[in-house]
């Protein structure tokens, strides 16, 4: 009997067809978003349509045996086995099957394979070369990228290779040759990476040119694979999205495997902690010299004595959970207490967990940053919107993340829950350019009013719009705002003062590291102050001296220096975000938990 979602307005029988006539997992995705009814019929769908025991019983006679090793040891299934499951294929024509191990756990598997299923070991002695296998971690034996060794078992026509991951076997999936071959399979779920390329189009980016046989095989499979000699269309930018990924996120084709009959493991989340970050490199290529964009996966294997196994994440998050799990550790380890803890965490209503593994909390963490930065425009949404550049603010998510989880009682605040909420709200251009322009009439009146009081009274200066300055362009009317809002806030002091125009020594050594973009946009935005306040009001040296005292002030705290770049530089923006994290990031986070300004609300649970 099929199962019934009654608050969905479609009869159920419909959409059980319809669902069956979806083939490609990004539509799947898109309607599992639509509402939480459809969440759970898409997922009760997906374990139903994907059976993961139909797909290994040739392999296996005891299907659950193997599973349950699989759940134990962390193993994760791909390759072609795996890419298959996907197309929903007939399986008697497939005989081979990779599995990506965790080191030190192949003779679990092994020992397995040969015991209970079989199969022979292809290889001088199971147990010499096992005794062989590299101890030292990171450590590869093979020219495969992240592989320290690979055992090969058969039995007749089947096939079976045990891959040995240098240290976690996400990195090894996510090092792949392209992007159609990043999928895998856990002991509760499937996952492909770049869906909607991989299924609906059957293309992807190739991110190691290497591997040219194994380029050769997917494409004679119909795969059509680009590499960066090909002048990407905006076209491609939408599904193959850079920046931030996560193994869940919203490019990500997710399906829940049926679970009955396994018992689930201490650690049964491990992709949860899982991210990634995909970076589009431009590059030369062609005779013509032709500028255009090769695409990596960037990672980091986060390993600390505290976890049970090493998590691959992208740079960003390893600097932060490496602070908060270190900060956890020395307020914990000093109590000599066994680690337990309840930890509250807004979500609405909220609600109170108990934790009692630092890789469930870590997970608890990772789940709360995510959420943060995917409230916060990013350089990649950004870059997508004519006209508009803005920097990467995975900093600022980061730092109320901390003012989240400092804050007294638990590690829910108002104040940050809705600075959230108005953050999500602008996560579209006319939201965006509404905010902005709030700051810049809130910015115009206060300069109304100092102008009329320093005028004694009389009537100030009629207000120009951006129209009258000749600025051009979204960027350009965003960048007026900007500098009037900075020069605003500061008028009185400048008339008063006179403010001298010489740049800091500190913001000297900054424009050279940046090129001479910096020093354009600050004369543009003194320019933009003179016009709209009057030269006779304002000297150019005093609104570029203004411009740059806020630059100093803000560059370390907020890392958002040249949110808007005079002609649109894309690369002058991403290497300002990069030199501003870098300086700031971890250092604030650091130094802030090392003096206890920061502090984790976790109390032992007796």
Known sequence: MAPSYSRL?????????????????????????????MLFAVDDHGRRRFDVNKM????????????????EIGAVLSGSRVMNFFRECDWTDFSDLDVYLYPGTAAVLGNFLIAVEGYEYVGLSWTADLAAEPSRPG?????????????????????????????CPLQTILHFHSMPVVNGITWDGAFSCFAYGTWAKDEGMILDAKTNPALAKYRARGFTLYDARVSLSHTFNDYWRTGQRWIGDRDTWTIKLDTTGLIAPAIADRLTNTSFRVVGVPVLSGTDCLKTTEYRVETICFTNALLSMPCTVSLKLYRFADAVINCVRRRWVSSGLPFSARVSIGTGAGFVELVRSWDRLLSLFWQLYKDFVAAFWTIEELLGVADVNDVDLPLVAAVNLLKLVSSTGS????????????????????????????????????????????????????LPTPEDCDVKGAGGRLLFYYAVWCASSVVLETWQAGLPSPLHQGFEDFVRKIGTDVKRFVGFGAEACCTFLGSDVISSDAAEAILTRVYLRVAPEMGDVLGIQLDYNNECAKMVASLVEEAAYPKVIAERLERGELQLDLSVDF
């Not at 006679?61 to 699989?70: A, L, P, Y």
């Not at 590869?140 to 592989?147: D, Q």
């Open 411 to 462: 590690l829910q605040t108002d104040s940050v829950i809705a600075d959230c909420c108005a953050a999500a709200e602008y996560k579209s251009f006319l939201g965006f350019q509404s905010a902005m322009e709030r700051i810049h009439l809130e910015g115009a009146a206060r300069v109304v009013a100092e102008a009329v009081s320093h005028a004694g009274g009389a009537t100030g200066p009629r």
């Open 9 to 37: 307005p479609v009869n159920d029988d419909i959409l059980n067809l319809i669902f069956a006539f979806v083939r490609d997992g990004a539509s799947l995705m898109r309607l599992r978003r639509v509402c939480r009814y």
């Open 56 to 71: 290994l019983t040739p392999l296996f006679s005891d299907v659950i045996g193997f599973r349950q090793i699989q759940a």
């Open 139 to 167: 450590f590869s034996l093979y020219n495969m990228a992240y592989v320290r060794r690979v055992y090969k078992f058969e039995k007749g026509a089947l096939k079976i290779d045990l891959v040995v991951a240098t240290q």
